[in-house]
């Protein structure tokens, strides 16, 4: 019995296209909560830039699992190591490329290129405050986001110790900790709220969605998922523009 479902954001509850929540998916949402089952955010985003949704949500794990909480009640933290964050820090100074950091409540972008302009257009998000590296130096950081192509990864890695690199678009990774994910979120805000592992599902389209899907007792991918992605989940329903969600829940028969 299904009493625990936990999204991502964008590509998932969100359209790619409108940012906006399909009223499908709106609907579905809320009669799931109407039935008792327990609503959580699953995402790669900071709470800063978690817009505000048309539905309420019973928990939230952001920065791929670095930060999760209900309510006031902060579950799990896991923050990037202080002497990993210099060293990234120093290597963008190196290489002169474009970072944003994430600590619990702040972000920052040390410059604004024609690339991360784009993804702030195409992802719907306001531009977070332009500040020097310096600023971002000394602080309890839990995600970085590195604007550089696929073929930049392994380089930016070799120079970290206890850091990875999951990916989810062609222009830019997100930069955590080894022991954070998803699903490391996922298995906390069940741990709190006393819910088994067998009893959840989540539904995501993205590389970083993979740990969370393999999770959960049922993994739902998106259509428009990679096929990477597609391979982790139970199954496959229809993409987020085309009511996925809901047809993912009338074929489990979870509402009629």
Known sequence: MIRAVFFDIDG??????THQMLQSTIEAVEAMRQK????FISSGRPMVLIPHFPVEFDGYITVNGGYCFVGDTVVH???????DCERWLSYVEQQQITTMCFT???MYINRIDPVSA????????????LRPLSDMRGKEVYQFIAVQPAEK???ALSVLNRCRMPRWHPA?????PCDSSKAVGIECLL???GIDREDSMAFGDGANDIEMLDYVGYGIAMGNASDIVKKHAKFTTDSADNDGIMRAIKKMKIIE
């Open 153 to 155: 990864d392994a380089e």
């Open 191 to 193: 741990s709190h709220f």
């Open 104 to 106: 619990d409540k702040e």
């Open 77 to 83: 933290r896991n923050a990037i190591d202080a002497d």
């Open 172 to 176: 830019f990774t997100d930069l955590i």
């Open 118 to 129: 784009a993804l702030r257009d195409q992802l719907g998000f306001e531009m977070p405050p």
């Open 12 to 17: 998932t509850l969100l359209s790619y296209t």
């Open 36 to 39: 008792g089952i327990k609503m």
